[in-house]
């Protein structure tokens, strides 16, 4: 137990230093980790000194730290987003024994089918809160996977509103007042752009939010978007006593809905602030948007979730490209805060400071994720820390309180559009450390060598396409992108462990093909592209020499790789002798203190563990379907458990299930 205590008093230190302790009655208010009296003792607000209210703020944290073992808080584990749990009863040396304690089926498979499930499970005080593909919340007893309640968003009608992505959802939102026997609520965004209070205990509406319990999220703003996709897909974030919600959007060519970050009360669903993400007149960063361009732009959205500071009060993002993705000829300029890692002020949703790891984005290149609250050790020392994963496959590591790069990055020429109305920015950054986790470009050297057919196929077709290095611009003629537009890093992120301060996560080596179409005079918009195309041989497997996925170890400390493993295979290429490949995934990593990373999300519908030190692999198991989702890990009356939603389908099309399905050693 010591080190975990020893994390939490570090923390407490960090947070006196910086002067946060003048938010104390915001973190008190929030308290959605605890269940303890010392939070709960209404004498704290009789404490004057500003020692005693460190010293009980210290217990308060610290048993909250412990309670809170048990459970996974949020999708990301804790606010933060580390991913890690300090659960040490699955092991390296059993992990092997694991089996399955209970297996849910939501009853969603209408004509053998099922829509894909990305839902990372929030489970707390023993109950398993989670989202089915269609968008229904329900809660389980996390010990036997029973059914406590259901909650579905369209039991009555059909969904007012186009959902946005496809109707994709990765989770909840859990809050609290910190009171025994007081409220508990799940908050529930879906892409149909609705905002929904549930109790937790009862599965039913809280009448007091919003309009009987829903909040409309197209209220209280200006631009008319009844016929536009927008609504959240990824959890809200929960800040004191505010839920705060990203989007997702259309992203053109053509219209598309503001991806701007919003606030609501959570009690009463009033909206308390809004971020412009593409910043309007007199606001920072508008001059970015030369002329008018900024107008009515769309996008430039978190639809990947958020991690919070609780102890500073302060909400990060990491937001993606402005609309249209492919095409900037109308938006000249590096358009902030489009491809930003970004902190906000949780109370004002005041920039605090931003970082841009991508100018005028012309290859939908989205930050696809929030980014991971970490503590890395700098000259000696203990920084707090913001590590960014990016979809060009790379690490940004910032200081958490100012932004400044922790490793140094430096602006990188690179290649001019060959489009004529389009004003690429000639200059984009680069981490110097740590060095790139995925393919970053391509050339006939790094074409498939599966077979002597695949790679003369591929390279026949590079003759008609433009090829090079990272940022080579779309074109008419065809650009190979790479990585391509599902990454490098994918919305399934990654996890952090305090342990040794390693970043782990899956990443993927698929090129795409971008190809510009000009549009007749008089048109909405100039160019529009020929679709997602990935470069794909005769068989149908990625153009570039494997691996396809890794798995990716990085030593945040000294910004270096420790170990790369290949994720995932093709039985049928096995078949034929040729070494796994690794395949696309998506859903990523947790790592606990019993020395794992867990993780699904292949093709291959395999669920794994692997050593956190070595890589290797340790357990593997055949899911009902693909695991496309994040995991988590709890424990109930002392027994752990891991549980995975296995929906299959998706971007990898493989057969679907509607299972979730939780592992533990044998009693």
């Not at 009171?179 to 599965?203: C, F, V, W």
């Not at 009463?268 to 030369?290: A, I, L, S």
């Not at 302060?314 to 490209?321: D, M, N, R, T, Y």
Request: net charge negative; glycine share 12%.
């Amino acid at each position: 137990m010591l080190r975990p205590i020893y994390w939490d008093l570090v923390s407490l230190r960090t947070f006196v230093i910086t002067g946060a302790v003048m938010r104390y009655n915001i973190l008190m208010r929030d308290r959605s980790a605890s269940r303890s009296p010392v939070a709960d003792c209404s004498a704290l607000t009789n404490w004057s000194s500003l020692v005693g209210r460190c010293l009980l703020l210290a217990l308060s944290l610290l048993l909250n730290s412990r309670v809170a073992a048990d459970d996974w808080l949020s999708v990301g584990g804790d606010r933060g987003g580390m991913r890690y749990s300090r659960l040490s009863q699955i092991s390296t040396g059993n992990v092997s024994q694991l089996e399955v304690a209970w297996e849910f089926k939501t009853g969603e498979m209408a004509n053998g089918t099922a829509k894909i499930m990305e839902c990372t499970p929030v489970v707390v005080d023993g109950v398993l809160y989670f989202t089915s593909g269609l968008l229904k919340v329900f809660a389980l007893d996390a010990a036997s996977g029973r059914e406590l309640w259901r909650f579905d968003p369209f039991a009555d009608d059909r969904p007012e509103y186009p959902l946005a992505s496809g109707g994709v959802n990765r989770g909840v939102a859990y809050w609290t007042d910190g009171m025994p026997q007081g409220e508990r609520r799940i908050l529930h965004g879906t892409a149909e752009g609705k905002l929904y209070s549930i109790d937790a205990n009862t599965g039913q509406l809280d009448e007091t939010f919003g309009q009987l319990g829903v909040k409309d999220l197209r209220e209280d703003l200006e631009m008319e978007l009844s016929r536009m996709p927008y609504g959240p897909t990824s959890a809200p974030a929960i800040v004191g006593d505010l839920v705060v919600v990203g989007f997702s959007c259309g992203e053109g060519p053509g219209p598309a809905a503001p991806g701007d970050i919003r606030a609501f009360d959570v009690r009463t669903g009033q909206q308390v602030w809004r971020f412009h993400t593409v910043p309007r007149p007199g606001e920072f960063g508008n001059d970015t948007w030369h002329g008018e361009s900024w107008r009515g732009r769309g996008a430039a959205n978190a639809w990947g979730g958020f991690s919070v500071d609780i102890e500073r009060g302060i909400v990060f993002a990491g937001l993606g490209s402005a609309a249209f993705d492919f095409y900037g000829g109308d938006r000249p300029g590096e358009n902030l805060f489009a491809n930003c890692t970004i902190a906000l002020d949780g109370k004002t949703g005041q920039r605090l400071w931003h970082f841009q790891t991508l100018h005028h984005d012309l290859w939908d290149h989205d930050i696809p994720v929030y980014p991971n609250l970490v503590t890395v050790q700098q000259n000696g020392r203990n920084v707090d820390a913001v590590a960014q994963v990016t979809k060009t496959g790379y690490v940004f590591l910032f200081d958490r309180l100012t932004g400044e790069p922790l490793f140094e990055v430096r602006e990188q020429t690179v290649a001019p559009s060959t489009i004529s109305s389009e004003r690429a920015w000639p200059t984009q950054p680069i981490p110097v450390r740590p060095p790139p986790f995925s393919a970053i470009a391509m050339t006939e050297e790094d074409v498939t060598n599966i077979g002597p057919e695949n790679r003369a196929f591929v390279l026949e077709k590079m003759r008609d396409l433009e090829t090079g290095p990272e940022f080579n611009p779309p074109s008419l003629k065809g650009t190979v992108v790479v990585p391509g537009f599902h990454g490098g890093a994918t919305w399934s992120g990654a996890a952090f462990d305090p342990d040794t301060g390693w970043l782990y996560l899956n990443s993927n080596n698929q090129p795409n093909i971008i190809t510009l179409v000009p549009q007749p005079a008089g048109s909405d918009y100039e160019y529009r592209i020929t679709g997602y195309n990935k470069f794909l041989d005769q068989e149908g497997y990625p153009a570039i020499k494997p691996p396809w996925g890794q798995l990716n170890a990085i030593d945040l400390n000294r910004g270096e790789i420790v170990w790369q493993k290949t994720l995932g295979e093709y039985p049928e290429l096995i078949a034929r002798g040729i070494p796994p490949t690794g395949t696309e995934s998506f859903g990523g990593t947790i790592v606990t203190a019993g020395g794992l990373v867990f993780i699904a999300g292949t093709r291959d519908e395999k669920f794994r563990g692997f050593d956190k030190r070595t890589g290797e692999l340790l357990w593997q198991t055949k899911l009902p379907a693909g695991g496309y989702a994040t995991p988590a890990t709890y424990s109930v009356d002392g027994r752990q458990y891991v549980v995975i939603a296995a929906s299959g389908g998706g971007k990898l099309a493989t057969p679907t299930a509607d299972s979730i399905v939780a592992y533990a050693l044998p009693k």
